[in-house]
Structure formats: C-alpha cells, structure tokens
C-alpha cells in the first residue's frame, strides 16, 4: 500500500526520467531553428568543428545539444532527396519527432530505449551515432540479420553522406580485407554473429596483425536488444572445427535400440491409459486411485500422450493427479516416488530437457550383456586391481590400460544414448528443428528463423541427423569462443533500443549494467487489446481461431496470425486452404520472403501467418480503406513463454496511432498452460460447467495466464545467469591469451617475451624437481642424473655435474644457473641463424604454440563442464567445483605452454642450411663460472607487465585485465615454491607471487 501511494504522489521512475530529459529536448529544437538560417556548407562544417572542440577538452555531453540539432536539421534539409536502399530508390521525407530526440539522448547516455512498434527506432540511432562517432573511436550498431544491417545503413547514409561521417556495413561471406575497410569506417553496421566472430578470428585465429580486422570496442547500439541480449544469450559463438573423427556408426549401432525403446514406452502408456479409462468407469475410490496413478506414471514417461491429454480435459482428472502428486511427494512416500517409474522404460523432465533411463530401460537395451551401459567406478575398479596378488606388475598395469579403454567406450556409448534419447524424445521436427536439403537446420524459438550454421553442442546435432537419417556431419571442435554477454560486455559503452525491454529490466541491469527507459508514442495507441479466450482443447482453440480470421477477411479486414511453432503455422494454413481463403505463411520454411511478406500484411483482405515476430524489421502499414475496417487485426494462436514476444506481435498493430486490435486464443493443452498454469482456470471451467466449444474470457484470466509467464521468464533468467557465471570463468583465461596474443601480434620484436618464457621454462624445471624431492640430506649421483636428463628434454644445454650437485641445494641460484645457461645457447642460436631468421621463428612459434594449446585447454573445459553437474550429487556447488578446477588446469596448461614455447625455440628452424651448426651447438658444455660471466651481458628484463609475467598471471587464477606498468627486476628472481621474502612462512606462489 505505501509503494502505491507513493507512485501516486511521485509518479514511476520512467515518468520522472521522461520529464527531467524533456528541457533538453526543447533545447536541441531551440537550436535547430537558429541552424536553419545557416547555409549547407556552413553546417556540413560543424562536424570539423565538433571535432576540434572534442580535441581541446570538450565533451560529447557539452556537444550533445547542438550535435543532435544539427541531425534534426539535416534530415529537414534532405526531404525530397532521394538515394538508393537495397536496390530501389529511396525518397528521405523524415524529420524527427521530439520523442525519437528523446530516445536518442537516452541511447547515448549508454541505457535502453523502449519504443513501441513503428516510432522510428532506426531513426533515432542517428542521433547518438553521429555524436559517438565525432570521436573517431568507431560506432558499432548491431541488428538481427544482415538485410537489415545493410537496409539501415544504406538509408542513414544520406544523412551521414552531408555530414562527412563514414558508413560500413558487415556482411556474411565478406573477405577479411573488405571487412577491415568497414570497420575503419565512423560506423559500422553489422549483426551480433558478425561482431562477435570477428572478435573471436582476430584474437584467436589471426597470424599476422594484417589479419585482424576490428580496431577496439567503443559504442555499441544494439537493435532489437531484447532478442540479442536475452533471447539468443543462452547460444555462445562458437568458431569449431573437424575433429577427423566420424561418429556415425556408433549412432547408428545405438539408433534402433533407442528407437524400439520409445516406441515400446509408447504402446505401454497407451495400455496404461486404456487401463485407467476401464477403472475410471467402476466407480470405486481405489479403482479411482489406481487410474490416477497410471496416468500420473504416463504423464511422467509421455506427457504429451493425446490420449492423457483428452483425459485431462475433465476437470476431475486433473485434480485426482494433484492428489497423486500430494501424496508421493509427502515424506512417508519418498520411497514411492521413486517407485512410480520403475513401470518405465525412461522418463522425461520437459522443464529442465531431460530424460532419465531406469533399471527397466538399461535391461531393455542389453540384455545379454548390461554392463555395456553400466560405468564402473574408477577409483574402486583400480584398487581392486592393486589389490589383486595373482596379478604380476606387468599384468596390473595392462589391466589398468584395458579397464581405462573399456571406461572410456562406455563413457562415449552412454553419452550417445543420452543424446539420441533426448533427440527422439524432447526435440520435435517443425518445432525446434526443420529439415532441408538433408540437412537438420535450428530453428530460433523467439524469431521463428533458421539458424544457418549454428549446430546443437556436446553431439546433439548429429543425434538428430541419424533420427531424421540424413548425412552424419563429422564431430567438431572448439577452436574458439564467447558467449552474447562476455562479448558485448568489451564495450566501454553499451545502449540499445526495442519494442520491449521492461518486463526484463531487472535482467539487464544486472548483467549488462543497462536501465530502461520507456519512450512515450508520438501518438496515442488506439489499438484495442482484447481479453485473451480460454478453451479446454487445442482443436476448439484452432476452430475459434479459423472462425474469427473467416469473420474478419469477409469484410476485408487484414489479418496477422502469429504461431509459436513453424508446426502451428502449417496447421493453420491446412485449416484456411480448405476454406479457400487466401493467405501467406511466414515461417522458417519460407523466410527468404519475409520482407515482402511482412510489407503487404496490412493490405486490404490479406491474411498472413508467421511465426513470431520478434526482431522482424519492417513496419506494417495499412493500405487504402483499411483504417475505416478497423485496421490491422492480430491473432495470437498460443501465449509464448515470454510476454515481450506477445507484446511484439500486438506492436505490430497500431503504429502511429493507427486503429487496430488483437487477441490471444489459449487452450489447456498448450505447452505453457500445461506446465506452468495455474489450476485455477482449470478449476474455474469446473465450476462453470463449460461444455465443449465454450470460451472463458475475463482481465482475471489474463492476469492468471501473465503470472504463468513470469514463472518461466524467472527461470530462463536464471538459466542465462547460471551460463554467464560459469562463462565468466573461461572470461578471465580468455582475456589473459587474447591480450597476451594481441601483444604478439602488434609488436615487431618480441624477444623479451621469448627469454621470459625461457626463464619460465627453466624456473618450472627446477621447481618441480626440488618439489618431487622433497627433503634430502645428501646429494646424490642419480638426482642430479636425473635432474640433468629433464633439462635435456627441453634444452640443447649440458650441464656440468660438479656445478649442479653443488647448487642443488640452494634452487635459487640452480635456477639462475640453468636460466643464465639457457640465455647464452639460445643467443648463440641467434648468432648462427640470424637475427631477423629468429625474430620471424619466435612469432610463429608463439603463436602456433598459443593455439594448439589454447584449442585444447578449450576441449578440457568442455569436458569439466560435462563432468562437474555429476558432483553435485555428492553436495558439492558445481560452480565451486568448476572455479576449483578449471583455475588448475589452467595453470596446468600455463606450465606446459612455456616448456612447449621453450622446447620449440630450440628445435625449430627457419634456416636448413644451419642444422649442422645448431647440432654442433647442443654438444657444448655450460659451466657455472662461464655462464655466471656471462650473465650480466643477458638482455635486462624490463617490459610491460601484460607481458612479461604471461605464465606468472595463471598461478593468481588469471584474474583478469592486468595494468600496464613496467617492471624492472633488481632482485634474484625467487622460485615459486621457494619460502616467501616477505617471512609470511608460505609458499612464493601462493603469497606475494600471486
């Protein structure tokens, strides 16, 4: 009650946001009007002048007022001009409206513009692109596909074309030089994939800095942001290559296992059913019970069963399987909640997308021989191998490779059943995927588009393809990449605009650090929003649905039905032929047509069926005698998880104060209502006695429907966090190779880095030595055999035993000794071979090394990843788990990539014709006295930090962005297992070497 109150008295934030922004707005038009008294040229010269005043200290907040002025004033001054956008002229007849000033102000001020459908958002980017670019830092706005990015650029650009502010638009299929030239452009159009991609080859992939293409990451407008920043958050970009392994055969050997699994589950359910229909019918309270809890077991093993559905109709059913449900989750029948499916084969938890085999399924699959999908515990196996005393030591270690072969084959069978399981039973053809030219194609579950190129992870994707049997693609792998968030995160400022961010404010604000602002409409909506109908079944939903787009094309009325699945669609469109009523569908099937589809959906009597809305780009107008009909009529066939998809398909009725209506059509079957409704509408058709045909229709309903979309929007919320926090760990190792590379990259001489990882090197050799030591007294002749043999896996240098038996015990100056020993053969290497020879060797080392390393670290973090859910069994936090392992295997991988680096400057060669002396080379012997003299002669290790404590940086986690400060080292260097300086009586590594 005080929260109302106090919005009554102060009004909500955005009103207030609104209101103070208003003053500024009149000033920007003040302004204009003294601009309009100017010549061209003379405003074409405030751009110059904007710049010079940004150079001398100004800011764009001091140009923001006069900036935008002088885009209002342009766009005044070109109406009537005309210029070409995608291949037909194009007349500008546009100047802005005082509220798309407003939303650009807001856009520049790096928040979100919230716009209803049809007010110009494409208009007001220019506002905070020409003032951004001024800087000449580069703008980048994103859109949804790459029709749009090139439209929106080609038809700003007359605008930017007067002012002298470049234009580049990124386009699928570009070559990189092309790309370079767009991105060297003021502002660059392009799409979220595009963008990111290219970040991912430039500091992934690139091998010289020509290569790289983008030039930093400054200002981002994101159209559509809702649809970028949440919607397609959950997908990372991912650049993956062949793996040379084809995995079809072991789908194939699985395939008709699982397929004569389903379908023995389904003519069991089926029974099960006609069973619980036969005791329904006695009359008797236990006979009741006992079809309740048939149904209930079906509805855990084929909840989508039409049969369950049909019976779930009457009310009375529905609530016996809540009392079910009551009563095995109550603590007395634990016990038989896990007894409810040993009746199953499998049972599937559509919530969370998964399938769970029982006792019952397992046997099925393998009868003969059921340990084929059965993994034996590692660790227990082992011992038993250990403990066996009939076995030799030769026949443990074979029992020990054969029992590792075995756990692995077992592994890779179990999770090609899980993923084939899932393929038959959770992912349906013409809902989450299509199929087209024998290829299995995603379909985008908020756009209705196809995903080109994208691929289900982690074998999915070829489960499908031998479901559907088509070509089993060859298994790829990892070679780069980043999800939505962490990329658009780089930006120093981020702003974006759509039709419906509100209902996930929170969201972005947490994430993205991003406020909404809901812009006012330049003119009142007059569309009618009608109260949703609720009916029992799907197919009187479909009936009122055709009655209603009869009712309607009848009097020339435009329709626009939108559908959630491309299956929906294609029902509906049966449904019309029959009645030989015209109409086009827009679906992931047709969606080459969607611009001219979407254009002519408001002409007089069309009918037009698409699949979702969101993100489509094109306004719909009406066409003559269409207002005085009532204008554009919208049909929702189902709610969508998500409100903004719904509040998206009514937006594109109403633009500018067009007349229009809308509807939403429910039925209990729908997969919303069905998992996530309340049982009070269930409960309310009761009490009414609806019979069939009858609608249910009240704003109480709509608010009842509403919350069901909050239980899901909340969830998915949580999804999308979950995945970000688990990204954010890869985040902080990503950031450390891509910096460390970009620096290989952009500089010429990178021979510091080269004897820093040879210090690396021989500082790792010496610490893990003395760590597997341990304490000694005496030194003996086989430790420092064996200390010398590691140093020769690595380095062309041979010790002499005197000199290393006296250091051994004191590893400090051992590693000195080996470090100053390394210094002098590696420049001895560049004597013989050449200085510009082992300059271009040390940059393709490096980078070759990088990669290769860097590729795999990524195919282990996919595994942990797998692996680490397993633990939570044991009441460990998967996230702790993952931070835990992942930061090992990342220092891991650190240690091994400088021995590697080290190891190859060595042993490669850009010069043939010096092997001989190189062989010579290794021969030499390195005393202590002669390389200690020599030391001072070692190039001083004086550079940036990013740099020089590359491997260092892995021992702290990889935590992050590191500052930029030189560093000179005037001391020893101490070892990282050595007793801390300070006297804190821990490790180095683990207290000031942090």
């Not at 003053?23 to 009007?33: C, D, F, H």
């Not at 003294?34 to 010079?52: G, M, N, P, V």
């Not at 595994?863 to 295997?889: C, F, M, N, T, W």
């Amino acid at each position: 009650m005080s929260n109302w109150l106090l919005k009554l008295i102060m009004g909500n934030r955005n009103k207030r946001v609104v209101k103070r922004l208003r003053p500024i707005v009149a000033k920007v038009n003040a302004q204009e009007e003294l601009y309009q008294k100017l010549s061209d040229d003379e405003i074409k010269a405030k751009t110059a002048e904007f710049k010079e005043r940004l150079a001398k200290g100004e800011t764009l907040d001091d140009l923001m007022i006069e900036a935008f002025a002088v885009i209002k004033n342009v766009c005044r001054r070109l109406c009537g001009q005309s210029w070409e956008v995608c291949g037909s002229p194009y007349v500008w007849n546009m100047i802005p409206y005082d509220v798309q000033i407003l939303g650009g102000i807001v856009l520049h001020r790096g928040a979100i513009a919230e716009m209803a459908t049809g007010e110009g958002k494409t208009l007001v980017s220019i506002f905070p692109i020409y003032l951004n670019a001024l800087t000449g830092k580069g703008v980048h706005v994103v859109t949804v596909n790459d029709y749009l990015a090139r439209r929106d650029s080609q038809w700003n650009k007359g605008v930017f074309d007067f002012l002298g502010i470049t234009i580049g638009c990124i386009q699928n299929q570009m070559d990189p030089a092309e790309r370079r030239i767009q991105y060297n452009c003021d502002d660059t159009y392009g799409t979220n994939s595009e963008f990111g991609f290219d970040y991912l080859r430039d500091n992934g992939m690139a091998m010289r800095k020509e290569e790289m293409v983008q030039r930093g990451h400054y200002y981002a407008i994101i159209d559509e942001v809702d649809s970028i920043l949440i919607d397609e958050a959950r997908t990372p970009l991912i650049i993956s290559g062949p793996v040379g392994v084809s995995k079809e055969n072991n789908y194939q050997e699985i395939k008709g296992l699982v397929q004569s699994l389903v379908n023995k589950q389904l003519i069991m359910c089926n029974d099960m059913l006609h069973t619980a229909k036969e005791l329904l019918k006695t009359g008797d309270e236990n006979d009741r019970y006992r079809a309740g809890r048939l149904m209930y077991i079906v509805r855990k093993g084929n909840p989508k069963n039409h049969l369950l559905t049909k019976m779930m109709e009457d009310p009375e059913n529905h609530k016996l399987l809540e009392r079910i449900h009551a009563d095995l989750i109550a603590d007395m029948k634990r016990k038989e909640m896990h007894k409810i499916t040993e009746d199953l084969y499998f049972a599937m938890d559509e919530k969370s997308n998964e399938v769970f085999l029982t006792d019952k399924g397992l046997a099925t699959l393998s009868p003969e021989d059921q340990s084929k999908f059965i993994l034996q515990d590692p660790v227990e196996e082992t011992m038993k191998i250990d403990e066996d005393e009939g076995l030799t030591a030769e026949e443990k270690i074979a029992a020990k490779e054969n029992f590792q072969k075995v756990y692995h084959d077992t592994s890779e069978r179990l999770h090609n059943l899980s993923q084939l399981m899932r393929a038959y039973v959770l992912f349906e053809k013409d809902v989450n995927y299509v199929v087209q030219e024998g290829k299995v194609l995603i379909v985008d579950e908020f756009t209705g588009r196809i995903m080109p190129g994208r691929r289900y992870s982690d074998g999915l994707h070829s489960a499908l393809e031998a479901k559907e049997n088509v070509k089993i693609e060859g298994e790829s792998q990892t070679y780069a990449t980043i999800t939505i968030q962490n990329y658009f995160r780089l930006y120093e400022k981020l702003a974006g605009m759509t039709g419906t961010a509100e209902t996930e404010a929170e969201e972005f604000q947490q994430i993205y650090r991003l406020d909404v602002v809901s812009i006012p409409t330049n003119k009142p909506v007059q569309r009618k929003d009608l109260n949703d109908v609720v009916y029992k079944t799907r197919r009187e939903k479909y009936n009122s649905v055709i009655r209603d787009i009869s009712r309607c094309y009848e009097k020339g009325q435009p329709v626009l039905v939108g559908t959630v699945t491309v299956d929906q669609s294609e029902v509906l469109s049966r449904m019309l032929q029959r009645l030989k009523i015209p109409h086009s569908v827009l679906n992931a099937k047709y969606h080459e047509r969607e611009a001219e589809i979407v254009a002519q959906a408001g002409q007089k009597g069309s009918v037009t069926i698409a699949t979702n809305m969101a993100g489509r780009g094109t306004d719909i107008k009406l066409g003559p005698g269409v207002p005085e009909l009532g204008g554009l009529h919208i049909i929702g066939t189902e709610r969508h998880e998500s409100r903004r998809i719904d509040r998206q398909l009514r937006g594109r009725s109403g633009r500018q104060g067009d007349p229009g209506s809308s509807r939403f059509y429910v039925s209990l079957e729908d997969d919303l209502m069905r998992l996530f409704g309340s049982d009070k509408i269930a409960t309310l058709m009761e009490k009414m006695g609806m019979q069939e045909n009858e609608e249910l229709q009240h704003p109480l309903l709509n608010r009842s429907i509403e919350t069901a979309q909050k239980r899901v929007e909340q969830r998915n919320f949580g999804i999308r966090k979950h995945t970000l926090e688990f990204d954010d760990v890869m985040n902080k190792q990503r950031a450390v190779i891509y910096e460390f590379r970009t620096h290989l990259l952009m500089t010429d001489d990178i021979r510091e880095d080269a004897m820093q990882f040879l210090d690396d090197a021989a500082g790792n050799i010496v610490d893990d030595f003395m760590a597997a030591q341990g304490e000694f007294k005496e030194v003996t002749a086989g430790m420092v055999n064996q200390f010398i043999a590691k140093v020769l896996t690595l380095f062309p240098v041979n010790l002499v035993r005197d000199d290393v038996a006296k250091l051994m015990k004191n590893p400090t100056e051992l590693q000195h000794y080996l470090r100053d020993a390394v210094w002098t053969a590696y420049r001895r290497k560049i004597q013989i071979e050449g200085e510009e020879n082992v300059s271009r060797l040390e940059h393709i080392v490096f980078l070759m090394t990088i990669d290769k390393f860097w590729k795999d670290h990524l195919y282990e973090m996919d595994g942990l990843r797998e692996s680490v859910y397993l633990r939570s069994y044991g009441q460990k936090d998967p996230l702790l788990e993952y931070k835990k392992e992942a930061h090992h295997i990342f220092t891991t991988m650190m240690e091994s990539l400088a021995g590697e680096v080290a190891k190859s400057l060595f042993n490669l060669t850009t010069v043939r014709e010096s092997q001989q002396a190189l062989m010579d080379m290794a021969n030499a012997t390195y005393s202590y006295s002669d390389v200690s003299s020599n030391s001072s002669s070692a190039p001083k290790i004086q550079v940036s930090d990013d740099n020089m404590h590359m491997s260092d940086v892995a021992y702290s986690g990889a935590g992050g962005a590191l500052k930029q400060k030189t560093v000179v080292r005037t001391q020893p260097k101490v070892g990282r297992n050595d007793p801390c300086p300070c006297g804190s009586g821990k490790k180095y590594k683990n207290c000031c070497g942090q």
